[in-house]
């Protein structure tokens, strides 16, 4: 349970699980980084998705239960900056992506970033943004915004598909979400660390090599090191099959892998 960033893939591992050991069934569900790593403290689930690192606060509550959480690293996912297909704009620094989502950032109006943008009359821009029990809003703090708050008056969706969707039927929109949402009726902007530096698309080969500068790991947490069935699934995940999976649905595998045709 977790991550809604892993949930397609987290689906897919479970599905093709069976053809490997049709007496263990896998049971997968959403809910964002943060529900199942507290369902995982709880006892609820054997195996939390994390599209970030546990909190301090979430160790210690778990020690607190007699559980010591160990972390397994299993892709990597490019954390993309979606605009609508009229923009015309095509990179932004992490300054301006500040400007916008930050609180006191600055940046409300397309026309301040010398961007017009067609079909979006009031300039304003709408930005999309998770909901803060989401692993993907927590990154983008942290790499984004520094740490900072978000300004008000974000949309904040529920899962990654959800903001994907609103931009591509907001021409004044912007938002983020993985990469692996990416679809053909919405632009990904490149990405460059600061302004006049060269800018990067976020892919498979720039998550995996860290270059994209909005890059992250993506995380399966157990409650200690994991024994049985659990062990087995694990060590299947991070084999060449799992890892393939993890490629073909558009995430970085977290080594190089050889996969079938």
């Known amino acids: 349970?977790?991550?809604?960033?892993?949930?397609?893939?987290?689906?897919?591992?479970?599905?093709?699980?069976?053809?490997?050991?049709?007496?263990?069934?896998?049971?997968?569900?959403?809910?964002?980084?943060?529900?199942?790593?507290s369902s995982m403290i709880n006892g609820t689930v054997d195996i939390a998705n994390s599209s970030r690192k546990m909190k301090d606060s979430e160790i210690a509550q778990a020690k607190a239960n007699g559980i010591d959480p160990k972390e397994h690293t299993v892709g990597?996912?490019?954390?993309?900056?979606?605009?609508?297909?009229?923009?015309?704009?095509?990179?932004?620094?992490?300054?301006q992506l500040a400007g916008i989502y930050g609180d006191g950032g600055g940046v409300e109006k397309w026309s301040q970033l010398g961007i017009e943008v067609p079909g979006c009359r009031s300039d304003e821009i709408v930005i999309v943004s998770r909901q803060n029990n989401s692993g993907t809003y927590a990154y983008f703090q942290k790499a984004v915004l520094n740490k900072g708050d978000f300004r008000l008056g974000t949309r904040d969706m529920h899962g990654s598909k959800d903001v994907v969707d609103l931009v591509e039927n907001t021409?004044?929109?912007?938002?983020?979400?993985?990469?692996?949402?990416?679809n053909e009726h919405v632009k990904l902007a490149c990405i460059a660390t600061e302004e006049g530096?060269?800018?990067?698309?976020?892919?498979?080969?720039?998550?995996?090599?860290?270059?994209?500068?909005?890059?992250?790991?993506?995380?399966?947490?157990?409650?200690?090191?994991?024994?049985?069935?659990?062990?087995?699934?694990?060590?299947?995940?991070?084999?060449?099959?799992?890892?393939?999976?993890?490629?073909?649905?558009?995430?970085?595998?977290?080594?190089?892998?050889?996969?079938g045709g």
């Open 197 to 259: 530096g060269e800018c990067v698309n976020p892919s498979v080969a720039t998550a995996a090599d860290g270059t994209y500068p909005i890059a992250r790991p993506l995380f399966m947490y157990t409650a200690g090191e994991p024994v049985g069935a659990v062990k087995v699934y694990m060590d299947w995940i991070l084999s060449d099959p799992g890892q393939c999976i993890i490629l073909d649905k558009g995430y970085a595998p977290v080594r190089t892998v050889t996969c």
């Open 76 to 95: 990597f996912d490019a954390l993309a900056v979606y605009i609508h297909p009229d923009n015309p704009a095509d990179t932004f620094t992490l300054q």
């Open 171 to 182: 021409p004044c929109a912007i938002g983020y979400s993985g990469l692996a949402y990416a």
């Open 1 to 37: 349970k977790g991550s809604d960033t892993l949930v397609n893939v987290a689906q897919a591992w479970a599905e093709a699980y069976k053809e490997v050991d049709s007496s263990t069934a896998v049971a997968v569900s959403g809910g964002g980084s943060g529900t199942g790593i």
